[in-house]
């Protein structure tokens, strides 16, 4: 395979993970929209965004699921920050829904 090919095909690769990409963020705003609640659907979302984590804007998307998938069940969210943790080894989610947790301790103390 030349050179050229190789480009091309590489191209083509990350042309189809940014269609995923936006595919996924309408998904996420759908949800959002219509204020979905199911666990199931979330933790798919959330499962299959894990598994893509490449990029500043997948792990931009993956924070926001985990901080509204935090209003809802705090413990699930805590455990997919930490699944990232244990696949990525950094701690920027973990950190935003900690924030998270910490603000809403704050508030329920007034």
Not at 31 to 55: A, F, H, K, P, W
Not at 80 to 85: G, I, P, R
């Amino acid at each position: 395979m030349d050179r050229e090919k190789i480009v091309i095909a590489a191209r083509e690769i990350i042309e189809g993970q940014n269609g995923y990409l936006n595919y996924l963020e309408e998904y996420f705003e759908f949800i959002r929209y219509r204020n979905i609640t199911r666990r199931s659907e979330i933790e798919r979302l959330l499962d299959t965004v894990l598994g893509m984590i490449q990029t500043d804007e997948t792990m931009d998307l993956y924070t926001r699921i985990c901080l509204y998938y935090h209003a809802i069940d705090r413990e699930s969210a805590m455990d997919y920050a930490q699944y990232y943790l244990e696949m990525y080894n950094e701690d920027n989610v973990i950190r935003e829904v900690m924030k998270t947790e910490r603000e809403i301790k704050k508030y329920a103390k007034k």
